[in-house]
């Protein structure tokens, strides 16, 4: 399998990728193995796999990368949805990969599952980790509720920014993106997506809540891999953990680790 444009392993690089209004922080460690591209949750930075990337090793190249406003990367004009999916080309433009195996979390779930649709032949397969589920689970009650939840937290983001624990985006940006999360994450927009879906998929699902959920909500939203599951036989449900969706790249970074060996063995075939 070729997995890069040359025929020398690539070096390990740390810097800026310009992009469209901004600059994206990426690490990658090089190497032969076949380029793994990580992306995060929605306010997470890239460091939250560096557990991953620690069990798996030199077995693969690990890139990853802080999305727009996150982490050291700088603040845009744009957080849409598209251009998440949009920073996931320039990125691997930028280290010259022509095809890649993603792993996503929560929101980079969604922008994985995407990315790997609209790719067929650059990507080698996709890791979905306890996101990318297709659930009707915004209505205007909801909405109402995460604008409000962001308004609650809007004094306090600016005192953590220096810590680089909270995005640099306003909390009504932050909310919208929320909010455009949940659009397209109903059944009727996500699920003709994860049906397109060409290439070995492997969800990697946690239990419990996630921040925000009440009650068993989180739970019933990941019933609807069932269907999935079921209509594409591409998609398989890896491992269940026992972790929350907060805690999972930290207690469960092997589960993870497991998966993405899984789905590679499967793009080789």
């Given at each position: 399998?070729t997995t890069n444009n040359t025929t020398t392993a690539p070096s390990a690089w740390t810097g800026m990728v310009p992009v469209?209004?901004?600059?994206?922080?990426?690490?990658?460690?090089?190497?032969?193995?076949?380029?793994?591209?990580?992306?995060?949750?929605?306010?997470?930075?890239?460091?939250?796999?560096?557990?991953?990337?620690?069990?798996?090793?030199?077995?693969?190249?690990?890139?990853?990368?802080?999305?727009?406003?996150?982490?050291?990367?700088?603040?845009?004009?744009?957080?849409?949805?598209?251009?998440?999916?949009?920073?996931?080309?320039?990125?691997?433009?930028?280290?010259?990969?022509?095809?890649?195996?993603?792993?996503?979390?929560?929101?980079?779930?969604?922008?994985?599952?995407?990315?790997?649709?609209?790719?067929?032949?650059?990507?080698?397969?996709?890791?979905?980790?306890?996101?990318?589920?297709?659930?009707?689970?915004?209505?205007?009650?909801?909405?109402?509720?995460?604008?409000?939840?962001?308004?609650?937290?809007?004094?306090?983001?600016?005192?953590?920014?220096?810590?680089?624990?909270?995005?640099?985006?306003?909390?009504?940006?932050?909310?919208?993106?929320?909010?455009?999360?949940?659009?397209?994450?109903?059944?009727?927009?996500?699920?003709?997506?994860?049906?397109?879906?060409?290439?070995?998929?492997?969800?990697?699902?946690?239990?419990?809540?996630?921040?925000?959920?009440?009650?068993?909500?989180?739970?019933?939203?990941?019933?609807?891999?069932?269907?999935?599951?079921?209509?594409?036989?591409?998609?398989?449900?890896?491992?269940?953990?026992?972790?929350?969706?907060?805690?999972?790249?930290?207690?469960?970074?092997?589960?993870?680790?497991?998966?993405?060996?899984?789905?590679?063995?499967?793009?080789?075939?």
């Open positions: 399998m469209e209004d901004t600059a994206l922080a990426v690490t990658d460690t090089g190497g032969p193995g076949i380029p793994v591209v990580y992306l995060n949750g929605q306010f997470a930075t890239r460091g939250y796999w560096k557990r991953v990337v620690a069990e798996l090793g030199a077995e693969f190249r690990h890139i990853t990368f802080d999305e727009r406003a996150r982490g050291k990367s700088r603040r845009s004009a744009d957080y849409s949805f598209e251009a998440a999916v949009r920073d996931v080309d320039a990125v691997l433009a930028a280290r010259g990969v022509d095809r890649a195996l993603v792993v996503g979390w929560s929101y980079g779930a969604l922008v994985g599952a995407h990315w790997a649709a609209r790719n067929p032949d650059r990507a080698v397969g996709a890791v979905l980790v306890d996101g990318a589920f297709p659930y009707d689970w915004l209505d205007d009650a909801m909405e109402r509720r995460i604008r409000k939840l962001f308004q609650r937290l809007n004094w306090v983001m600016p005192l953590l920014r220096p810590t680089r624990l909270t995005p640099r985006m306003s909390a009504a940006q932050q909310a919208e993106s929320n909010i455009e999360l949940g659009r397209l994450s109903r059944e009727r927009e996500l699920g003709p997506v994860l049906d397109g879906i060409g290439v070995p998929t492997r969800y990697v699902v946690a239990s419990g809540k996630s921040f925000g959920s009440r009650g068993d909500e989180q739970e019933r939203i990941r019933t609807s891999l069932d269907a999935v599951c079921a209509r594409n036989p591409r998609i398989r449900v890896s491992a269940k953990v026992t972790s929350n969706h907060s805690h999972l790249l930290r207690r469960d970074f092997r589960a993870i680790a497991a998966a993405v060996r899984e789905t590679a063995a499967a793009g080789r075939r």
